[in-house]
């Protein structure tokens, strides 16, 4: 296989084309490969030691203000990160939801839901991290989440 790259400024957003032959049997592999890497997003976070880590948006189950920190939460443990969570929002892939004006979670972390009475619903996380949303966001929680 041979590749050839392209570089023009003029472009507002990359464009890739791939040029195969109908047989190929590897191309979707590629294309699933190609739209994984440019998806992910990688974070400079610093941990409770004050190391600096590098976090993958897709292992990240949680944006957490708490102290007036955002505080960043995935299997692996808790950081810090210095940016503003309504600014991180737009850079963030569809698995993520707003749940209230301090928390923005990924959804495909979520173990189960309870509803309570108040309609306020508790999410518990595959780590046994529990967190709630605000009845603010109820209906776009609801419309995202199917129920």
Known sequence: MKYKVNYDAS???????????????????????????????????????????????????????????????TLNGQYIYNERLYKLKKHLSDNFLQISKSEIINV?????????????????????DTTFSSRRYLKEIKEVLGI
Do not use: W
């Open 11 to 73: 472009l507002e957003q990359d464009d890739l084309i791939i040029n195969c032959h109908p047989d190929n049997q590897n191309i979707e592999e590629m294309i699933q490969l190609i739209q994984t890497h440019a998806d992910q997003t990688f974070y400079p976070v610093k941990n409770r030691r004050d190391e600096t880590h590098i976090v993958k948006q897709n292992d990240i189950y949680s944006f957490r203000i708490e102290n007036k920190l955002l505080n960043i939460y």
């Open 108 to 128: 495909t972390f979520i173990d189960h839901l309870v509803l309570n009475k108040s309609g306020i619903i508790e999410i518990k996380f595959i780590k046994n």
